[in-house]
């Protein structure tokens, strides 16, 4: 059965999982018999009827095992084995050596010497042979998976490694975006407030100095630019404040949170007295934050509970639970709740669930109480259901309070 090499790609590309035997033999007729014992399914057998052969052979392709022919003209098999063994590329290919002459202890040991996994005297036993030809087939085949997996693996993690200099590249890039966001945010809202409180001030007087002395309509669109001036700038005051939440470095400290309640409560005395609220408190911690971004925090989410209220009387309660890894806060009200559907949108700067006219405000505090929380490494969320009131829970990491 004539044989011709071929590389493992092409063989590859045929579909066939084939694993190259390479049989070393000056002697046709050993190989054929070779052949004819180890011919199978799984293996393509290459002839080499010498040292010199098997030597470019072993250039060309992979080879699970070798047999080599002890006693050959020209170099023999103990010189192909020790110029195998010395090549990089093929000193790990298995060698069994087959010979029919050299049988004493002496001589099997020299082939042992020369890195032949086993030394086999002929004539062989064809299903002993076979056997051992079977195992080096098959752990080549699961060396070459195994380092198919290893490339896969060496692939996936580049991929994964420049993935993650990309995100940390874009990280960078919005962190620094942010910031300049927050600047610009900053300067323009500052600088907006003096021209706009001109606008403000004139509107107002000419309300005052006007009013009922032109007709209905023209006191109706006085009232609407008052009302648009006074509007606006509430919006830019509340601008200039998230963005001084963002520029502003964490004055970080153990804070007593039932004192940052107190503080929250003395900004709220009047929306207390107006509503008639009660708000209660379990113990509260002491945790280690910036005890005037965390007196926001208290104050929005208390006033949330406070001015979105139903019918009844606003009840609003504190508590904290101690997990593994920080404080977990929850502020409950009886309010009115929020649908879940606009769960994305609640903590975003700007965003109403409500008209103005329902309920003032410009939408900013929820945004402000989530970048505090981020600031101090937590987590803000909420659990609510319309008309049975609003959960909101944040976190703030346990940390030594002697540092």
């Known amino acids: 059965m004539p044989l011709v090499a071929q590389s493992v790609s092409s063989c590859r590309e045929i579909g066939a999982s084939l694993e190259n035997v390479l049989l070393v033999d000056d002697s046709l007729q050993s190989l054929l018999a070779l052949e004819a014992i180890l011919e199978g399914p799984d293996r393509r057998l290459i002839r080499a009827t010498s040292g010199e052969e098997a030597l470019k052979r072993l250039l060309e392709q992979p080879f699970a095992v070798i047999l080599l022919d002890v006693q050959m003209t020209g170099i023999d098999g103990y010189q192909t084995a020790k110029l195998i063994r010395e090549r990089e590329k093929t000193r790990e290919i298995p060698i069994i050596f087959l010979t029919g002459h050299n049988r004493d202890d002496a001589q099997i040991a020299k082939g042992y010497a020369y890195g032949a996994v086993d030394y086999i005297l002929k004539p062989v036993i064809p299903e002993t042979l076979r056997s051992k030809v079977a195992i080096f087939i098959e752990l080549s085949r699961r060396r070459g998976a195994l380092m198919q997996k290893n490339l896969e693996l060496q692939a996936a993690e580049n991929t994964l490694r420049e993935r993650t200099r990309e995100l940390a590249e874009r990280v960078e890039d919005l962190a620094r975006s942010n910031a300049e966001l927050e600047r610009f945010a900053y300067v323009a809202s500052h600088d907006l407030r003096e021209p706009l409180r001109m606008v403000t001030s004139y509107t107002k007087l000419l309300a005052r100095r006007y009013k009922g002395k032109l007709d209905r309509d023209a006191d109706e669109f006085i009232k609407f630019a008052v009302d648009g001036a006074v509007r606006m700038e509430h919006l830019i005051e509340d601008l200039l404040l998230y963005s001084r939440v963002g520029m502003r470095d964490l004055f970080v400290k153990p804070v007593q949170c039932e004192v940052v309640l107190t503080r929250a409560l003395d900004q709220l005395q009047r929306a207390l007295q107006e509503s008639g609220a009660l708000v209660?408190?379990?113990?509260?911690?002491?945790?280690?934050?910036?005890?005037?971004?965390?007196?926001?925090?208290?104050?929005?989410?208390?006033?949330?509970?406070?001015?979105?209220?139903?019918?009844?009387?606003?009840?609003?309660?504190?508590?904290?639970?101690?997990?593994?890894?920080?404080?977990?806060?929850?502020?409950?009200?009886?309010?009115?709740?929020?649908?879940?559907?606009?769960?994305?949108?609640?903590?975003?700067?700007?965003?109403?669930?409500?008209s103005h006219a329902e309920y003032p405000g410009s939408g900013i505090g929820l945004a402000i109480c989530k970048k505090v929380i981020e600031n101090h490494d937590g987590r803000i969320w909420f659990e609510s259901q319309p008309g049975k009131g609003t959960t909101f829970y944040f976190t703030i990491p346990k940390t030594d309070l002697s540092d």
Request: overall charge negative.
């Open 280 to 354: 209660t408190h379990d113990p509260l911690p002491t945790v280690k934050g910036d005890d005037t971004q965390l007196v926001q925090v208290f104050q929005n989410l208390i006033g949330n509970g406070i001015k979105f209220r139903g019918k009844m009387t606003p009840c609003v309660h504190l508590s904290a639970k101690e997990k593994t890894e920080d404080w977990e806060f929850a502020i409950q009200d009886n309010g009115i709740g929020i649908d879940p559907q606009y769960a994305d949108r609640i903590f975003v700067i700007f965003q109403r669930l409500h």
